[in-house]
């Protein structure tokens, strides 16, 4: 797909069952001939996809996220669904003791964001507005660009059924009652419900606030907002990509959003901006499945607590595992860090651990 090598399946799962990840000696999503012009930023791919560095960068140009939903970590690591980020994580840096803070989709989203839970039970943003302060109004303030790229949130615009203010075409809010618009889930795309950043929310007749200007809806990992911004070194020094509903793994199987992964991630690492060595990407999953706990933070026994997360930075040594617990209040903390932001709610905790230093960044 779009040009890319791969490594079969077949030949992928036998390399996961047998330990020999490690040995890969390619970057598995590296471009095989050069990209269209201006499509990826892409430069020639690096020998390494992490490790390439010896030391961090004093500071980091970009910090990006990438989410993915519902998946405990037994279903992606070391399982064959997943090869493109099992090879990965052998590449990177994977912590094995990363976990989710409650249940369902939304508290998630809104902690690993302001340190603190809201949107219980999946509410709307309409429902709940989140008063919080957050990382993106936190960014704003300290002169910090960001941007969220949420993956199916144009369609919204053509949904006749919702009333306009819910299917603007940046900070879409969708359907009021679920937000669920397939193959868009506002439930995945956190800025929407922070009344700092999105003063519609409240007054529908605000002015534009920061969400309507920076939220925007992702497109591929080859074209779209987002590949656009890696090209043209417009890339925010904080980005969050929400995939849609299918690239997820929400609604498809594991399959499609390894495949979506190994395309988007394959472009990053490949791109200019990328390889200057000021870039880190986090890839992790919103939540487990299967268990029984809604008090997840620091729960290393319930499956459904226990999410995949993986390190991917130009100083991250190849292979690296760290088994100290982190959760997505590790993840804003470690970004906070990174970018010179304070610390917000539960990231500012004593308990809560950064990720600097065991994925030397």
């Not at 839970?117 to 429902?127: E, V």
Request: hydrophobic content about 30%; charged content about 10%.
């Amino acid at each position: 797909m779009h040009g890319k090598l791969r490594m079969s399946r077949h030949a992928v799962s036998a390399l996961i069952a047998a330990g020999a990840l490690a040995a890969l000696p390619l970057v598995l999503g590296a471009t095989a001939d050069a990209a269209p012009a201006g499509s990826s930023g892409a430069g020639a791919p690096p020998a390494q996809v992490c490790g390439f560095k010896n030391n961090p960068p004093q500071q980091y140009k970009h910090v990006i996220w990438v989410w993915m939903e519902n998946q405990p970590y037994t279903n992606i690591i070391g399982s064959p669904t997943s090869p493109y980020v099992n090879s990965l994580a052998q590449q990177c840096g994977l912590a094995t003791n990363y976990h989710n803070i409650t249940h369902p989709s939304a508290p998630e989203y809104l902690a690993a964001t302001s340190g603190e839970l809201g949107g219980a039970g999946d509410c709307t943003p309409s429902q709940c507005p989140d008063s919080n302060d957050n990382i993106f109004n936190e960014a704003d303030l300290h002169g910090v660009s960001w941007k969220t790229y949420s993956g199916g949130e144009a369609s919204v615009q053509n949904d006749t059924s919702l009333a306009p203010q819910y299917r603007t075409p940046t900070c879409a809010q969708g359907d009021p009652g679920s937000g669920y618009n397939p193959p868009y889930d506002v439930n995945h795309n956190p800025p929407v419900y922070y009344t700092d950043i999105n003063p519609q929310l409240l007054d529908p007749s605000a002015p534009p606030g920061p969400c309507q200007l920076d939220d925007v809806d992702a497109g591929t990992p080859l074209y779209g907002n987002f590949a656009s911004d890696l090209a043209s070194n417009r890339l925010p020094a904080f980005s969050f990509i929400g995939p849609d509903l299918c690239s997820d793994t929400h609604d498809c199987p594991i399959y499609n959003g390894d495949n979506y992964l190994q395309d988007l991630i394959g472009t990053i690492v490949s791109s200019n901006e990328y390889q200057s060595g000021q870039t880190v990407l986090f890839l992790v999953w919103d939540e487990g499945e299967g268990g029984t706990s809604t008090d997840c933070a620091f729960n290393t026994t319930d499956v459904g607590c226990h999410v995949a997360a993986v390190v991917v930075s130009p100083s991250t040594r190849p292979g690296t595992q760290s088994d100290v617990l982190f959760n997505h209040y590790s993840l804003l903390k470690t970004t906070e860090q990174l970018l010179n932001l304070p610390l917000l709610g539960h990231s500012a905790d004593p308990d809560i651990n950064s990720m600097i230093g065991a994925f030397n960044l």
